[in-house]
């Protein structure tokens, strides 16, 4: 049972992280190439932030598809349901 609780709260916490990476990288959002933005071309441009998958497999060290299964699951489960941690 203890598993499954804290493989949910990782999956709100991934998707909360999320949320906030996009909010100040909104280039890396899924889809937002080719929008009216400009894209990378030429070496020595500046380039575009890590994806968020990337980024948080990085510093969290699990691997990006570890990452991507959390943050799918994390909407996934409703928007309603408050976070609480019962201990």
């Known amino acids: 049972m203890r598993r499954h609780a ?6 709100i916490f991934t998707k909360r ?3 906030a990476y996009e909010a100040l990288h ?3 959002r899924n889809g937002a190439t080719g929008n009216g ?3 990378v071309r030429q070496l020595g441009e500046p380039t575009l932030p890590d994806r968020f998958t990337a980024d948080t497999a990085t510093k969290t060290g699990q ?4 990452v991507q299964r959390d943050a799918h ?3 996934k489960i409703a928007p309603t349901q408050p976070y ?3 201990n």
Do not use: D, L, V
């Open 17 to 19: 992280r999320k949320e």
């Open 26 to 28: 909104p280039e890396t």
């Open 37 to 39: 933005r400009q894209k």
């Open 63 to 66: 691997s990006e598809r570890s």
């Open 73 to 75: 699951r994390g909407e």
């Open 84 to 86: 609480h941690r019962s």
């Open 6 to 11: 804290a493989e949910a709260e990782r999956a």
